[in-house]
């Protein structure tokens, strides 16, 4: 096992990751930069942080992540703050799987993109590249009984949707398939043209 290094650029790094550390959310991309830049230094600090700021690890891994994001990518405080802590774990994420480092000009068309994209859509904007769908998305939140949930999957799994683990695949295309479905033959029995 090594020991800690004790000189004084990494004392004053893991310092000032403390310090951030009891405030976290005051500014997520300076503790966010610290983090890393002390990380980097000295691996075991981990559990420091996870004991003073209270954060889960996962978290503190998330964070991590943001804080190699923004030095390797020199993304402001400003940027930062108006991009927010999820979209930049999504593109940090996205950046990381990369088969090549981003250029400084593709990230900025990059965070740009996240800036105006909901954190839902933006990992498939990433893919996409800075085309903009044609058609917005939107979604749908149902809060319905587990009978009622019964019926609901037993008619989307008819529409189209597979079972797969807990929960359904396809189950956006089954849905639009069910409501086409059901306008159609309203359309038939009030003798008005189907809907296409």
């Known amino acids: 096992m090594t020991m800690p290094q004790h000189n004084p650029d990494v004392d004053r790094l893991k310092k000032q990751a403390l310090a951030l550390a009891v ?10 930069r610290a983090l890393w ?7 075991g600090f981990m559990h420091e942080v996870e004991k003073v700021a209270g954060i889960k690890r996962r978290s503190l891994f998330y964070l991590l992540n943001v804080g190699e994001f923004l030095d390797e990518y020199d993304v402001s405080e400003e940027q930062a703050e108006r991009i927010g802590w999820t979209k930049l774990q999504i593109i940090a ?7 090549s480092r ?11 993109l996240a800036a105006r994209t909901p954190a839902h859509a933006l990992p498939a904007a990433l893919e996409a590249g800075n085309k903009h769908p044609c058609d917005p998305l939107h979604s749908i939140l149902l809060r319905i ?3 009622q949930y019964a019926d609901v999957e037993a008619a989307l799994i008819a529409c189209g949707a597979k ?3 807990r929960g ?11 409501a086409t479905s059901h306008l159609n033959w309203q359309g038939h029995k009030q003798g008005t043209k189907p809907a296409d």
């Open 168 to 178: 359904l695949v396809g189950k956006e295309a089954a849905l639009v398939n069910m």
């Open 145 to 147: 009984s587990a009978s």
């Open 23 to 32: 405030k976290p959310t005051k500014s997520f991309h300076a503790f966010a």
């Open 93 to 99: 994420r996205y950046a990381g799987n990369q088969p």
């Open 102 to 112: 981003i250029s400084q000009r593709a990230m900025k068309g990059k965070l740009g």
């Open 37 to 43: 830049a002390a990380h980097s230094q000295d691996r």
């Open 163 to 165: 079972r797969s683990g």
